[in-house]
């Protein structure tokens, strides 16, 4: 039952209980006193109150017919988030940036109200921001290298014995240790966009997954990272920040949109109920009327449970999902999606979520330039609209991919080389006596 149902039940519940202890003459068979009817009066007031509350499970649909219904945000079928979308983003190139600006719009709105003491009130609800600090980061690993590091029967064996003999003491350990990281600083600054560049066995994804709180047991981890200044023991890292693998790890046999349905599930949807409430209760203060569409869509993706599928279907807009949308993923047994079409599906999994870190690893493996173009772009919309936060590794982006970067980390032998702005990166290098050569992409000479 509905809470609006709810309250008219109770309301016409109370009137039926008391037009039952009155005669037919209209008396009253029970008398009240004062202070009884100034409790009924106030409790009155308070269910009128309650019920002028804004619905956040209520939205404006328009029909088929192009009229206006009010409806359950909780019960829209397929058709029709298929036209709120058509609405909404037309052209996935195009309309995402706008649409996000109108979401942005709406909550950043300012209306002032002018109250008997000429005082002025906000609307506007702030968006949060994530900012991540590393200090002196340092991981360290103990290996075998060389032929012992192959994984054969006979190393096996005589791994699984060195391991006995140096449990009792008997034998010192035969593996050699490596540095991965050695003693990194820097920031990862919220709205904007983080490129993370570097020669293979640099250290990228070890440092990503530090950031993420994800590093492997077996690793000697000493440092510090904090999320708005909170340590790592202080929360959970995984509720904040979505780390993306390079490597696709799904279920096979579950369609590409069950698939991302099924992840926006999992991570809940975070604080955005509870700001979409208290944006709908300051709107509703200042008689303001947020638009049928953006609000619908909102409500959708803030309240938990079925409606997350609308979320669904904008993923599945924006990274250019739809034409396989009810494909099965698929593995080495079970045909499925493309090499490039899976990599998007592990990219959309994570952006069902609420994290407002983006921890990218190599993304762009398995796509052509203009699909790694167009799926960067959407996330600087995402980050430079929304607040968010983003720090991704690509292996040698195309100029115009890289252009869309604010900032760069350079990487090279577990030590940072550069941090900084994008614009000032080829300044710093010739001023050291690197130039760049006139033909040659800003990515691919730093990689070297």
Known sequence: ???????????????????????????????????????????????????RLPSVRKG?????????????????????????????????????????LKVRERLDRQEILLSAVSLADLVGIEIPKLEVRFEHLKVKAEAYIGSRALPSFFNFFINYLESILYGLHLLSSRKKHLSILRDVSGIIRPCRMTLLLGPPSSGKTTLLLALAGKLDRDLEFSGRVTYNGHEMDDFVPQRTAAYIGQHDVHIPEMTVRETIAFSARCQGVGPRFEMLAELSKREKAANITPDPDIDVFMKATSVAGKETSVLTDYILKILG?????????????????????????????????????????????????????????????????????????????????????????????????????????????????FKCPTRKGVADFLQE
């Not at 709810?6 to 202890?21: E, G, I, T």
């Not at 005669?23 to 009155?44: I, L, M, T």
């Not at 040698?396 to 869309?404: F, R, V």
């Open 1 to 51: 039952m509905e809470r609006n149902d709810l309250y008219q039940f109770s309301n016409s519940f109370r009137a039926n209980s008391s037009s039952r202890w009155r005669d037919s003459g209209g008396y009253n068979v029970f008398s009240k006193s004062q202070r009884e009817q100034e409790n009924e009066d106030e409790e009155d007031l308070k269910w009128a109150a309650i019920e």
């Open 60 to 100: 404006l649909v328009t029909t088929s017919d192009g009229k206006m219904a009010n409806v359950d945000i909780t019960k829209l079928g397929p058709e029709q988030r298929k036209h709120l979308m058509d609405r909404l983003i037309k052209h996935a190139e195009k309309d995402n940036e706008s649409f996000l």
């Open 321 to 433: 999902l739809e034409i396989c949308a009810d494909t099965m993923v698929g593995n080495e047994l079970i045909r499925g999606v493309s090499g490039g079409q899976k990599k998007r599906v592990t990219t959309g999994e994570m952006l069902a979520g609420p994290a407002k870190l983006l921890l990218m690893d190599e993304i762009s493996t398995g796509l052509d330039s203009s699909t790694t173009y167009q799926i960067v772009k959407s996330l600087r919309q995402f980050v430079h609209i929304l607040n968010g936060t983003a720090f991704i590794s690509l292996l040698q982006p195309a100029p115009e991919t890289y252009d869309l970067f604010d900032d760069i980390i350079l990487l090279s032998d577990g030590h940072i080389v550069y941090q900084g702005p994008r614009e000032h990166v080829l300044e710093f290098f010739e001023s050291i006596g």
